[in-house]
Protein backbone atom coordinates (compact mmCIF):
# COMPACT_ATOMS: atom_id res chain seq x y z
CA UNK A 1 0.00 0.00 0.00
CA UNK A 2 3.08 2.44 -0.31
CA UNK A 3 3.82 2.18 3.65
CA UNK A 4 6.94 1.11 5.14
CA UNK A 5 4.76 0.40 8.05
CA UNK A 6 4.10 -3.65 9.51
CA UNK A 7 2.05 -5.28 11.50
CA UNK A 8 3.85 -7.63 13.31
CA UNK A 9 2.13 -10.83 15.54
CA UNK A 10 4.07 -12.44 17.84
CA UNK A 11 2.13 -15.59 18.44
CA UNK A 12 4.18 -17.84 20.59
CA UNK A 13 3.99 -15.29 23.41
CA UNK A 14 8.06 -14.97 23.91
CA UNK A 15 9.80 -12.62 23.60
CA UNK A 16 13.38 -13.52 23.18
CA UNK A 17 16.24 -12.69 22.25
CA UNK A 18 15.32 -13.50 18.12
CA UNK A 19 12.70 -11.29 18.33
CA UNK A 20 15.08 -8.31 19.24
CA UNK A 21 17.20 -9.66 16.16
CA UNK A 22 13.80 -9.89 13.61
CA UNK A 23 13.10 -6.49 14.45
CA UNK A 24 16.32 -4.96 13.88
CA UNK A 25 16.84 -7.08 10.96
CA UNK A 26 12.91 -5.34 9.23
CA UNK A 27 13.89 -2.08 10.69
CA UNK A 28 17.40 -2.13 8.50
CA UNK A 29 14.86 -3.47 5.70
CA UNK A 30 12.79 -0.33 5.62
CA UNK A 31 10.42 -1.67 7.61
CA UNK A 32 8.45 0.56 10.81
CA UNK A 33 7.06 -2.16 12.99
CA UNK A 34 3.89 -2.48 14.50
CA UNK A 35 3.05 -4.96 17.27
CA UNK A 36 -0.61 -6.41 17.14
CA UNK A 37 -2.39 -6.94 20.04
CA UNK A 38 0.41 -7.44 22.85
CA UNK A 39 -2.19 -7.16 25.90
CA UNK A 40 -3.29 -10.61 24.33
CA UNK A 41 -0.41 -11.97 23.27
CA UNK A 42 2.15 -11.22 26.30
CA UNK A 43 1.53 -10.86 30.65
CA UNK A 44 2.36 -8.20 33.08
CA UNK A 45 5.51 -9.91 33.73
CA UNK A 46 6.63 -9.22 29.97
CA UNK A 47 6.43 -5.02 30.54
CA UNK A 48 10.68 -4.47 30.67
CA UNK A 49 10.82 -6.74 27.28
CA UNK A 50 8.04 -4.48 25.65
CA UNK A 51 9.63 -1.03 26.59
CA UNK A 52 12.72 -2.35 25.05
CA UNK A 53 10.96 -3.00 22.07
CA UNK A 54 9.16 0.39 22.61
CA UNK A 55 12.91 1.99 22.67
CA UNK A 56 13.64 0.00 19.88
CA UNK A 57 10.99 1.52 17.65
CA UNK A 58 8.46 -0.98 17.61
CA UNK A 59 4.67 0.91 17.75
CA UNK A 60 2.06 -0.93 19.61
CA UNK A 61 -1.63 -1.55 18.67
CA UNK A 62 -4.21 -2.50 21.30
CA UNK A 63 -7.45 -4.53 20.30
CA UNK A 64 -10.28 -2.51 21.54
CA UNK A 65 -12.14 -5.92 22.44
CA UNK A 66 -9.58 -6.26 24.81
CA UNK A 67 -10.17 -2.47 26.30
CA UNK A 68 -13.49 -3.03 26.37
CA UNK A 69 -13.07 -6.67 28.33
CA UNK A 70 -13.95 -8.99 25.34
CA UNK A 71 -11.02 -10.90 26.21
CA UNK A 72 -11.80 -11.24 29.69
CA UNK A 73 -10.77 -9.52 32.89
CA UNK A 74 -6.93 -10.39 32.71
CA UNK A 75 -6.10 -9.37 29.19
CA UNK A 76 -8.58 -6.30 30.23
CA UNK A 77 -6.40 -4.89 32.79
CA UNK A 78 -3.45 -5.83 30.85
CA UNK A 79 -4.20 -3.45 28.08
CA UNK A 80 -4.95 -0.53 30.67
CA UNK A 81 -1.29 -1.28 32.03
CA UNK A 82 0.06 -0.79 28.74
CA UNK A 83 -2.31 2.31 28.03
CA UNK A 84 -0.56 3.67 31.48
CA UNK A 85 2.75 2.96 31.00
CA UNK A 86 2.68 4.79 27.17
CA UNK A 87 2.82 1.25 25.29
CA UNK A 88 -0.15 2.11 22.82
CA UNK A 89 0.20 4.05 19.25
CA UNK A 90 -2.89 2.47 17.85
CA UNK A 91 -6.35 0.83 19.34
CA UNK A 92 -7.80 -1.29 16.50
CA UNK A 93 -11.02 -3.09 16.01
CA UNK A 94 -8.84 -6.54 14.74
CA UNK A 95 -12.12 -6.96 13.15
CA UNK A 96 -10.49 -8.57 9.64
CA UNK A 97 -13.99 -7.12 8.12
CA UNK A 98 -17.31 -6.25 8.54
CA UNK A 99 -19.03 -8.99 9.62
CA UNK A 100 -16.60 -11.38 11.60
CA UNK A 101 -16.30 -9.42 14.87
CA UNK A 102 -17.32 -5.93 16.77
CA UNK A 103 -15.54 -2.95 16.43
CA UNK A 104 -15.65 -2.10 20.14
CA UNK A 105 -14.84 1.65 19.48
CA UNK A 106 -17.79 3.48 21.02
CA UNK A 107 -17.78 0.80 24.59
CA UNK A 108 -13.62 1.64 24.72
CA UNK A 109 -14.55 5.23 24.43
CA UNK A 110 -17.61 5.34 27.02
CA UNK A 111 -14.60 3.68 29.25
CA UNK A 112 -12.09 6.02 28.76
CA UNK A 113 -15.01 8.88 29.95
CA UNK A 114 -15.69 6.70 33.11
CA UNK A 115 -12.41 6.70 34.45
CA UNK A 116 -11.50 8.87 37.55
CA UNK A 117 -9.07 10.77 35.30
CA UNK A 118 -11.82 12.11 32.57
CA UNK A 119 -11.29 15.34 30.70
CA UNK A 120 -11.01 16.65 27.15
CA UNK A 121 -7.99 14.80 27.28
CA UNK A 122 -9.68 11.66 27.08
CA UNK A 123 -11.45 11.81 24.12
CA UNK A 124 -8.09 13.09 22.62
CA UNK A 125 -5.99 10.16 23.34
CA UNK A 126 -8.66 8.19 21.78
CA UNK A 127 -8.62 10.31 18.33
CA UNK A 128 -5.11 10.23 18.61
CA UNK A 129 -5.23 6.31 18.97
CA UNK A 130 -7.86 5.97 16.28
CA UNK A 131 -7.50 8.25 13.66
CA UNK A 132 -4.90 10.85 13.78
CA UNK A 133 -1.74 7.71 14.32
CA UNK A 134 -3.23 5.49 12.10
CA UNK A 135 -3.63 8.52 8.99
CA UNK A 136 0.45 8.67 9.58
CA UNK A 137 0.43 5.14 8.94
CA UNK A 138 -1.21 6.01 5.27
CA UNK A 139 0.42 8.76 4.53
CA UNK A 140 3.40 6.80 5.16
CA UNK A 141 4.76 9.34 7.92
CA UNK A 142 8.00 8.09 9.59
CA UNK A 143 8.71 8.40 13.10
CA UNK A 144 11.31 11.21 12.52
CA UNK A 145 9.37 14.61 13.16
CA UNK A 146 7.12 16.54 14.25
CA UNK A 147 3.97 14.51 12.67
CA UNK A 148 4.92 11.19 13.92
CA UNK A 149 3.39 8.59 15.28
CA UNK A 150 3.02 9.76 19.00
CA UNK A 151 2.67 7.87 22.30
CA UNK A 152 -0.85 7.62 24.10
CA UNK A 153 -0.62 7.59 27.80
CA UNK A 154 -3.60 7.58 30.10
CA UNK A 155 -4.00 8.15 33.81
CA UNK A 156 -6.45 5.03 34.97
CA UNK A 157 -5.26 5.69 38.72
CA UNK A 158 -5.79 1.68 38.81
CA UNK A 159 -9.69 1.86 37.97
CA UNK A 160 -9.18 -1.97 36.48
CA UNK A 161 -7.04 -3.27 39.35
Excluded at 132 to 141: A, F, G, M, Q, R
Amino acid sequence: AGSDFILVEITSGVLGDFVYNQVYDLELAGYQVILAHPERSFTPADLPKLRKLCDMGVYFQITAGSIAGKFGKQIQRFAFKLLEEGLCHFIASDAHNPHSREFYFHTVLSLFRKLPTYSNNVDEVFHTATMTNPELIIYNVSHEGQEAVQPIKLETHRFFR
